[in-house]
């Protein structure tokens, strides 16, 4: 039963749009009827407000039913509560006017009131969907102090006056994650309005442990295939970029750093050129760093790749590497679209073929692409045969086996072998939690995720494992 009650809670934002426009048309109607040419149309008033009363009603009611889920909290959630419930009161007076023709001028009045408190009720609404700065992000300094809202930080000029956090790190998060975990919204009583909340997590654990990449369970979540139910962000919003994760991944690693600049904590010289465009600086890349930053994708090459069925990208601005993946997954793969892409070698560094029915022969061209260093092979015909030819990869960290039931815990010393590996993902395959255990034991500093319900088992340095 509570579950059918949230359910209809969450027709609370389609039904709050039915009153705002009758209780519209029925002030513009009363102050219109008010000219003799047009006082026939008074005749309407209370079938107007009527119908503006009940769904002002209906509309609260299923908001209260849409607050039970306790994902709301702080000023905008209380405010948008009550003026809301005040709203719904003063339609309802407004309707009891409209049976009294003599209270037309009060009435008028009361609609005034009605369509101001639609108004603000409205704007703090916008604060739970869109969060708190959503009105003002662009406001102009002055009309941000003026009505007390935070100044917006000066732009900086360079990667090493930058604050890694205030400057790189929340603007992605607000971007990201912003609409469901604010002060307002803590969808799983997660709030990122500050460095602080950002950093304690919620009803699932920390959501960043300084220094520790697997303890941090928003990393995890991030990192988690776009078809788990547990990938963040979910329900089809858009998530952070390859190169904003490599930016969180080197904050994280870096002990989450806020109140220093990145020229004190350091900045790898392939991660320097991903803040400058983080930060919107051109120009700011390192000199080691130019070559790449100038450089863009063989467009030959990704011409051939998209022939042969499959979608590349540049891995970034500053990367001309590509991130490559299958046109139509579902579709098996001929041997003459592996060719191309084993001709791809160097440049391919994120390679995605879930689903693309693959078998252990055509995996053995993989090993020409030593550049890969993200792998995702789930729902495949893959076996232990195929997990073989894997050892070749020079380069390869990040490993996905999803649904291959013909991998087992033969697999195990092979891929315990992979000495560049740092994490495997083994849900729906043969590997049995002995097997697990055996790999993680040969190597602690791979985190092996066996199963949703495990989560990824971050051994290293006597981590906890991340929560689900």
């Not at 009361?110 to 108004?119: K, P, Q, R, T």
């Amino acid at each position: 039963m509570t579950d059918f009650l949230l359910f209809l809670g969450r027709f609370h934002v389609l039904a709050l749009h039915l009153p705002i426009g009758i209780i519209i048309v029925a002030v513009v109607l009363d102050f219109v009827a008010r000219r003799e040419r047009y006082r026939a149309l008074a005749q309407a008033a209370p079938f107007l407000w009527g119908a503006a009363a009940v769904s002002a009603v209906v509309t609260v009611a299923l908001g209260y039913l849409h607050f039970a889920e306790g994902s709301f909290a702080g000023a905008s959630g209380n405010a948008h509560r009550l003026l809301g419930t005040t709203t719904a009161a003063v339609i309802l007076f407004g309707w009891w006017l409209a049976t009294r023709p003599s209270a037309t001028s009060l009435r008028l009045v009361v609609g005034v009131i009605a369509l101001a408190l639609v108004s603000v009720t409205g704007h703090y609404g916008g604060n739970l969907t869109h969060g708190s700065t959503f009105l003002v992000e662009y406001a102009p300094s002055f009309l941000r102090s003026l009505i007390g809202a935070e100044i917006k930080r000066p732009k900086v000029t360079s990667v090493a006056a930058a604050d890694p956090y205030l400057d790189v790190v929340q603007p992605i998060l607000v971007q990201r994650c912003g609409t469901c975990h604010n002060g307002d919204k803590r969808e799983g009583s997660f709030s990122m309005a500050s460095y602080e909340s950002t950093l304690a997590g919620g009803d699932t654990g920390r959501a960043i442990v300084p220094g520790n990449l697997e303890g941090s369970e928003l990393y995890y979540r991030i990192t988690l295939p776009a078809d788990d139910d547990k990938h963040m962000p979910a329900e089809g919003k858009t998530p952070p970029t390859k190169d904003q994760i490599a930016i969180l991944k080197w904050w994280i690693e870096k002990g989450a750093p806020h109140g220093k600049s990145i020229g004190e904590v350091g900045a790898d010289a392939n991660v320097e050129p991903l803040l400058a465009t983080q930060l919107g600086i051109g120009g700011a890349a390192p000199a080691a760093a130019t070559p790449a930053a100038a450089a863009t994708a063989d467009q030959e090459l990704v011409g051939k790749l998209f022939a042969a069925g499959f979608l590349a990208r540049q891995l970034s601005q500053s990367d001309a590497r590509l991130v490559v993946s299958v046109n139509s997954p579902g579709a098996a793969l001929e041997k003459s679209a592996l060719d191309v892409l084993a001709a791809a070698g160097s440049q391919v560094v994120d390679l995605n073929l879930q689903n693309a029915g693959l078998d252990d022969d055509g995996l053995a061209t993989l090993g020409a692409l030593g550049a890969v260093a993200e792998l995702r092979l789930s729902r495949n015909r893959i076996t232990d045969r195929g997990v073989s030819a894997l050892a070749r990869l020079p380069k390869l960290t990040s490993l996905n086996l999803y649904g291959n039931a013909g991998v087992t815990d033969a697999s195990v010393e092979t891929l315990g072998r992979i000495a560049t590996l740092r994490h495997v993902y083994l849900w729906q395959t043969g590997v049995t939690p002995a097997g697990a255990a055996k790999l993680r034991s040969a190597r602690p500093d791979v985190a092996v995720q066996l199963d949703a319900a495990e989560g990824i088992a971050a051994v290293a340095d006597g981590a906890p494992p991340a929560k689900n």
